[in-house]
């Protein structure tokens, strides 16, 4: 059944969910990433004892099947924090908790931990990235008021420590920002108190290019990557406006690397964005969470209308949302320490159903 609403977005088609994932029995996900259609990973918890113990798991054949592979011993947070997994290349590895970044570089038979010099508790890593050799990492120090701030950290891939990147930082009650990566192409943003943003792209992780804002100042922007050569982003605003448990979302796509972002017709604003997944620059899909509710909205027509549908009733967070090509993409809802657990669901129609995803696991 479809409920069809008329409005400023055009037509909004809402439809009901689609079917309950049953939480596992032996591998609770956390965090997926996919280095190419073959080649992913997923980091979870399995019960072992009375407790859930880290695993990390891989696949070399679309996820048709699933090997485990040498976990980093990272505690599921008590807080709740998603435990994020980022492959980088068929050897490098990074998996953050928020508070702690380990790094593998040899296929996850070893992994250390690095250090972002300079951090001071509370604070946040929130993403990484790596790009013509070097880690990327965006970093918040958090509870001191107006001096709260947010960096990009940097250093070569295989070192220990990674350190502040000179002229990136924000700082201010509310910092932001984001990072990402499409080839040899480093896209960095950062903001403050919805007044103040700098936005710059690299083709060499050396030299940052300034280019316009992707979002008006008063929005955040959410970075989508490069799609068809375009870049293209999502810009939020307004949280608990224009009723609680929304936000305003509106997608910005620039006719080319450095040139002016334009908007689409503005997305549903039912739900906290939580995610931003383009498939191409025609088509993206935007996770969020509202009134108890994992919501997924989508465009497939560059944003000239959205349909939106209810993944499920765990409303607790959606984390991950990507394609992995113009058709293929995931999504990880909930956490693994949360009382209904968590899933992955997969799309293969570039976003317009998602089904409930299982982990084929065999030896070796």
């Not at 399995?46 to 891989?58: I, N």
């Not at 492959?87 to 970044?101: H, I, N, P, R, S």
């Not at 992994?111 to 790009?131: F, H, K, M, Q, R």
């Not at 316009?212 to 810009?235: F, H, K, S, T, Y």
């Amino acid at each position: 059944m479809k409920l069809i609403v008329a409005g400023l977005v055009g037509l909004l088609a809402v439809t009901t969910p689609v079917a309950a994932a049953s939480p596992s029995d032996t591998f609770l996900p956390s965090s997926v990433s996919w280095l190419d259609p073959r080649h992913g990973s997923a980091f979870g918890y399995t019960p072992c004892g009375e407790d859930l113990c880290p695993e990390l798991l891989a696949t070399v054949d679309g996820g048709d099947s699933w090997q485990a592979r040498t976990a980093p011993p990272v505690k599921l947070p008590e807080n709740h924090n998603q435990v994020r997994l980022m492959v980088a290349d068929l050897e490098t590895e990074f998996v953050t908790d928020g508070t702690t970044l380990w790094e593998t570089n040899d296929a996850t038979r070893n992994w250390y931990e690095v250090e972002l010099t300079g951090l001071t508790e509370p604070y946040n890593i929130s993403e990484v990235v790596t790009a013509h050799g070097k880690v990327f990492a965006v970093a918040s120090l958090l509870g001191n008021n107006q001096h709260n701030a947010t960096r990009i950290y940097s250093g070569p891939v295989g070192e220990p420590v990674l350190h502040p990147l000179p002229g990136f930082e924000v700082i201010g009650e509310f910092p932001y920002g984001g990072v990402a990566v499409d080839g040899d192409i480093l896209q960095v943003y950062l903001g403050a108190n919805y007044a103040e943003a700098q936005y710059h792209f690299s083709l060499d992780g050396e030299e940052f290019v300034a280019a316009p804002l992707p979002c008006p100042l008063e929005n955040v922007a959410m970075l989508g990557g490069i799609r068809d050569n375009r870049p293209i982003a999502l810009c939020n605003g307004g949280g608990g406006s224009p009723q609680p448990g929304s936000m305003t979302k509106q997608v910005f796509t620039a006719p080319h690397l450095g040139g002016t972002y334009v908007p689409s017709n503005p997305a549903p604003s039912q739900g906290y964005t939580s995610g931003f997944g383009p498939a191409t620059s025609d088509v993206a899909t935007i996770a969020a969470v509202g009134g108890s509710r994992s919501l997924l909205h989508s465009t497939f027509d560059a944003g000239k209308s959205w349909s939106s549908t209810i993944l499920s009733d765990r409303g607790f967070a959606l984390f991950d949302l990507q394609f992995v090509t113009p058709d293929i993409g995931h999504v990880v809802d909930g956490v693994p320490s949360s009382s209904s657990a968590s899933a992955v669901y997969r799309s293969t129609d570039a976003g317009h159903t998602w089904q409930p995803y299982d982990f084929h696991r065999t030896d070796g």
